[in-house]
C-alpha cells in the first residue's frame, strides 16, 4: 500500500497540479492569491524536477545487461516477457496478463457531491519472465514503479472501469537489482559444509552414537569423534558437488539500497526522453512561477 501511495503522489506532482494552480489564479484574479499560487507551482515543481532528473540519470546512466552476462547488482535488462507458472487475471476484464492495476470510478449526481468516485483500486501482480535470448530472469514486480502503454476504460451505467496492463507479448524493460541463485553461485566454503553436517548429526545425538561409538560406551572419544569429522567431510563434499551442479535462476528484484526499481512496456529510448521532457518543463514552470512572484511584486 505504502509504494502505491508513494506512486500515485509521484504522479500527482508530475501531472495537472500546476495547471490546477494556474487556473485558481485567473479564478481569485488577486494579487495575493496569484503570489500563494505561484509560490505552491514553485515549490511542487523543484521536486517533481529533481524526480524526473534522478529517473533520467538512472535510465540513461545504466548499460543495458545481457541475462547470460550480468553482474551482480543494479542492472538494466530488455527482454520478451512471459507468464512465470499460473497467468493472473486482469481484475474487470479477465484478460490474462503479466501485471494489472486496477480503478473502479462511480459517477454520483448528488447535488452537493458531483463528478466521480473511486470506490476500489489496487494491483494484481506476480512473478513473470523475461527472456532476452541470452536467458532468462525472474522478475517480481513488487515494489516497482511500472509504467504501461496498455490501458483501457470503458463505462456501465454509473460506473468507469480502468485497467493498465503488461502483457505477455511485451517487450519489457527492466531496471533493479538483478541476483542469481544457483550452483555457479554458491557461496558455501567446504569447512563451512562441514560444520553444518556436524551440526545436524549433533541435532540427532542417538543416531550419532549408533554410527560412530564403537565401543559402545556412550560417549565418543577422540579417534571416533575423527571417524566421524571424515564422514562428515564426505558427506560435504557430496552436498558440494550436487550443489555446483544445480542449475542458476536469475531474479531482478527491489533493490535494497532504495535506487530506482522501474519496469515498462516502452523502449529505453521512449522512456529517456519521456524523462527528459518532464525534467525541462518542471524546470521552466519553477523559474517561470519565480519570475511571475517577482513581477507580481
Excluded at 136 to 164: F, N
Excluded at 217 to 226: F, I, K, S
Aim: glycine share 8%.
Amino acid at each position: 500500500m505504502l509504494v502505491t501511495l508513494r506512486r500515485e503522489y509521484a504522479q500527482l506532482i508530475t501531472s495537472g497540479g500546476q495547471l490546477l494552480l494556474l487556473l485558481a489564479g485567473f479564478h481569485f484574479h488577486s494579487r495575493p492569491a496569484w503570489v500563494w499560487c505561484l509560490g505552491i507551482m514553485a515549490l511542487i515543481s523543484l521536486p517533481a524536477w529533481y524526480s524526473t532528473l534522478y529517473r533520467l540519470r538512472a535510465i540513461s546512466g545504466t548499460p543495458t545487461s545481457r541475462i547470460a552476462s550480468a553482474a551482480q547488482g543494479y542492472v538494466e535488462l530488455i527482454g520478451h516477457g512471459e507468464v512465470h507458472g499460473t497467468p493472473i487475471l486482469s481484475r474487470y476484464s479477465l484478460l490474462p496478463c503479466l501485471w494489472c492495476r486496477y480503478k473502479l470510478e462511480r459517477r454520483s449526481n448528488s447535488s452537493d457531491d458531483r463528478g466521480w468516485h473511486t470506490e476500489e483500486s489496487g494491483e494484481n501482480s506476480a512473478p513473470f519472465l523475461i527472456d532476452d535470448g541470452t536467458g532468462r530472469c525472474i522478475v517480481d514486480p513488487q515494489g516497482a514503479e511500472i509504467l504501461t502503454r496498455h490501458k483501457d476504460s470503458w463505462m456501465k451505467g454509473d460506473c468507469r472501469y480502468t485497467e493498465w496492463r503488461l502483457i505477455d507479448i511485451d517487450t519489457i524493460y527492466a531496471l533493479g537489482e538483478f541476483k542469481t541463485v544457483g550452483g555457479s553461485n554458491t557461496t558455501l566454503t567446504q569447512d563451512e559444509l562441514v560444520k553444518q553436517v556436524l551440526s545436524e548429526w549433533k541435532m540427532d545425538n542417538d543416531n550419532l552414537l549408533k554410527r560412530f561409538d564403537l565401543d559402545n560406551n556412550g560417549v565418543l572419544d577422540m579417534q571416533e569423534w575423527m571417524l566421524a569429522r571424515s564422514a562428515a567431510k564426505r558427506e560435504a563434499e557430496k552436498r558440494m558437488i550436487e550443489a555446483l551442479a544445480e542449475p542458476d535462476t536469475n531474479f531482478m528484484l527491489q533493490p535494497q539500497d532504495g535506487r530506482l526499481f522501474l519496469i515498462s512496456n516502452f523502449d529505453q529510448e521512449k522512456l529517456a526522453l519521456r524523462y527528459k521532457l518532464w525534467s525541462w518543463a518542471n524546470f521552466f514552470i519553477f523559474f517561470g512561477a519565480l519570475g511571475g512572484i517577482a513581477w507580481i511584486l
